[in-house]
């Protein structure tokens, strides 16, 4: 493969082998606990706490805390349905799991629908968060007697189109998907949960008030605005009742929207994935049905009727202003609710954008969408085309609601659950294929004459469609709205396909390659050396390092293996890995041809391989110590400095399995200078100074010891003992501000400094 891997495109494919692209089809992932994988889910699902209560009660009246219950009780149901899927081996992502279940034309309609539903996320969560806002901003103006006020609209909109921005910025320039972060801010929000419970019981305590008014259909407010396009017509008394209690589920269905998070975490859950991903589901039932469903009850009890409804747009914040206690201590706890909520509705706005930007990537490597989608930002690397559109969609749907929470509320519920009614049907549908092989079945399942009779995935779908079609009806303005952006999209994606298909061609610019699929990276796959140089590429505008690389390598000594690393973001990719075909699309063949071309100039040979995973950082470190790598070569980044880039790889270095490789990491800027960093255990590179240094303190040591036999290891070994001992004795705090000091009076050197000396086995001319 050596020989063959810097052969050029197709015009010489009649004189030689096509160049060979080994495609490792097991993703390199990092995993996490479930634990963590319910804080990244609760991150989601926790945000509907905040609005979904409030927007269920303006429509049917005081009976919605109860009808928020059992929308919690009924979304453990939803949950297994998830849960079914993960363990449906179906690689590919959404498009391609509903189209192997459904066919080409429902896959288009869910898409449509789940965009609708992404797309809304992130204005509802924005908005809301406005409001939470502008109203303890105006709590905290009456405190301090000012007659400033903030309109909540409009604040509201400045809100949620800043928040808006800031995430479209920080996805153009790449934001890593962490489960540490939605893990702190879960240990937040449950301090401020086990605080407003704490108080909610004291307060119950001292006023005893009564109970919300039973779920019963006499008891719910069927008015025109909850009705719809049912008020006014004949409806039996018979189905009255139930038409009833549906009508108040569908006004409640907000409640459980982010459910979808679970399958876009699954595939990073680690071993045993299936029984820890049910303890995941278990953790986001008890956490969700406490935080949103109790409290949405607390709220009813204790917030007086006659002002509850200036409070729906931020029930949460009126809970805490109306507790029992002194008014500058509610204020604080106000404050507290506002920046925890402000976290959460904020971290939905981002994954709203992660979510839409990873369906249509899918779509457009199922050639459903054209590839122009995926072409990355020439500085950023990011697909930013398809975020700016999702940014701009989102920016007029804030604009167009003017901050009204109801109204972006009843939108948001056509998407979820038309959404979580297509996953029904679709598992459903794959119960029956006997090729479709799954560890998990929803129970209670019944057989009758040798014919499996899936109970319980049968109800819990059949539900789901029940307040589904209810909900068309009795939410005008969504079904509207979501009717005609659904078959907006459906058209626009079965018109982009069919264009797609016909123009999508061999292009005459790019190399043909000959792809080797192997289950994992090794030596004998991808045909290099031990101690080769790993060079891992990722944008096409960027392969400066490639190139200083290959200037200096004697190809004799050293193999050069080029590494693309395809990240793999929660939203939208699937519960499994990819397929290879959407692995390598015409972006990576466009990658490849140009790191082909770099090759060619300098008349080197690479071998090219790629691999699919979930944390760049993490992949390149095991991908080098697969490949028995001696460097990593990287370019410096246009998003991180390069002591960020050393540091994130130290740290990934420290959670490889042992034994540990001792790896050097090569960075090379766009102006010519190298920055080399050892990772892992490593004799330190002393400059001349500090070799003076040493020596110096061995001089005046050594000779008042004399005659005992001291060395220059002694000197640093006993620096470094006493070192421990002063921070054990007198704590870090101390050390960490002579040690910033000492750093700040070198800084400039340093910024002098040539990057240091050569590697002891530098890369040869």
């Known amino acids: 493969m050596a020989s063959n891997s810097s052969t050029p495109g ?95 034309t429902m896959a288009k309609f869910s898409v449509s629908a789940l965009l609708f539903d992404y797309i809304l996320t992130g204005p509802i969560s924005g908005v809301s968060a406005g409001l939470y806002f502008a109203a303890v901003a105006n709590e905290i103006f009456s405190y301090m007697h000012s007659s400033a006020r903030l309109p909540m609209g409009g604040t509201a909109v400045v809100c949620a189109v800043a928040v808006t921005l800031y995430f479209w910025w920080q996805n153009i320039k790449g934001i890593p998907e962490s489960s540490e972060k939605a893990l702190r801010i879960m240990q937040l929000t449950t301090v401020m949960v086990v605080i407003l419970l704490a108080w909610c019981g004291y307060t119950l305590w001292v006023r005893h008030p009564a109970l919300p008014p039973a779920p019963l259909p006499q008891n719910v ?60 589901g278990f953790i986001i039932f008890i956490y969700s049905f406490i935080f949103t469903g109790v409290v949405s009850v607390f709220a009813a009890m204790i917030i007086p009727t006659a002002i509850r409804q200036h409070y729906l747009d931020n029930l949460i914040g009126g809970l805490a202003m109306n507790l029992q206690g002194p008014y500058i201590a509610r204020l604080v706890f106000q404050v507290f609710v506002v920046i925890v909520g402000a976290l959460i509705l904020s971290g939905a706005v981002n994954t709203a954008i992660v979510g839409s930007n990873g369906v249509l990537n899918r779509l457009s490597e199922d050639g459903v969408m054209p590839e122009w989608f995926r072409r990355p930002h020439r500085r950023f690397g990011t697909t930013y085309r398809t975020i700016s559109c999702i940014a701009v969609l989102q920016l007029a749907v804030i604009l167009i609601s003017g901050g009204n929470i109801t109204l972006l509320g009843e939108l948001y519920a056509f998407g979820v659950i038309w959404s ?22 929803m129970p209670p399942n019944v057989t009758i004459r040798g014919v499996e009779i899936p109970l319980g995935l049968g109800f819990v779908t059949l539900g789901l469609l029940a307040i589904a079609i209810v909900n068309l009806f009795t939410k005008p303005t969504a079904t509207v709205a979501g009717v005609s952006f659904t078959a907006l999209l459906f058209c626009v994606f079965y018109a982009s396909e069919r264009r797609t298909r016909r123009t999508r061609a061999p292009h005459i610019e790019l190399d043909e390659f000959n792809l080797t699929q192997r289950q994992e990276l090794s030596l004998e796959a991808v045909g290099a050396r031990p101690g080769n140089y790993l060079v891992p590429v990722g944008n096409y505008y960027h392969l400066h390092h490639l190139s200083a690389l290959l200037d200096r390598v004697n190809p004799a000594r050293r193999d050069v293996v080029v590494l693309h690393i395809r990240l793999l973001r929660r939203g939208g990719s699937g519960e499994h890995d990819l397929a290879p075909d959407q692995l390598f699309t015409p972006i990576e063949q466009y990658l490849f041809t140009k790191s082909l071309e770099i090759a060619e100039k300098k008349g080197k040979t690479i071998h090219l391989a790629m691999v699919a995973a979930n944390d760049v950082y993490d992949a390149m470190l095991r991908a080098a ?60 590179r002393l400059t001349p100074k500090e070799v003076d240094l040493l020596h110096n303190v061995w001089l005046q040591l050594s000779e008042a010891l004399a005659p005992e036999e001291l060395h220059h290891h002694d000197i640093v070994h006993f620096a470094l003992d006493e070192l421990i001992n002063e921070m054990n004795a007198e704590g870090v705090t101390p050390v960490i501000g002579r040690l910033r000091k000492h750093l700040e009076e070198i800084s400039q050197r340093r910024q002098h400094s040539n990057g240091g000396e050569p590697p002891p086995d530098s890369l040869p001319n």
């Open 10 to 104: 197709p015009s010489r494919a009649g004189l030689r082998a096509l160049p060979q692209v080994l495609v490792a089809t097991t993703a390199m992932l990092s995993f996490i606990s479930y634990w963590r994988a319910a804080a990244v889910v609760l991150n989601d699902l926790a945000s509907s706490a905040y609005y979904a209560a409030g927007a269920a009660e303006a429509f049917i009246g005081p009976t919605a805390p109860w009808f928020v219950l059992a929308i919690m009780v009924f979304s453990y149901g939803v949950r297994a349905i998830y849960i079914e899927s993960c363990s449906i081996f179906v690689r590919g992502g959404v498009y391609r799991v509903v189209k192997e279940s459904m066919g080409g």
């Open 420 to 441: 979580f009614t297509m996953k029904g049907i679709g598992v459903l549908v794959l119960r029956y294929r006997k090729d479709v092989h799954r560890e998990y079945k």
């Open 625 to 684: 110590q697969n490949l028995q790598s001696s460097a990593i070569i990287l370019g410096d980044s246009s998003k991180i400095g390069v002591a960020e880039q050393g540091r994130l790889l130290g740290n990934a270095w420290e959670h490889l399995p042992e034994p540990k490789p001792q790896l050097r990491l090569e960075i090379y800027t766009r102006t010519g200078q190298t920055e080399i960093i050892y990772l892992g255990p490593h004799a330190p």
């Open 221 to 280: 407010h069927l008015t025109k605005e909850s009705m719809g396009w049912l008020w006014g017509t004949h409806i039996p008394l018979a189905i009255f009742p139930l038409l009833a209690i549906f009508i108040g589920l569908g006004h409640s269905v907000l409640a459980m929207s982010g459910e979808e998070t679970l399958a876009q975490v699954y595939r990073e859950i680690e071993h045993p994935k299936l029984p820890n991903l049910k303890k995941t």
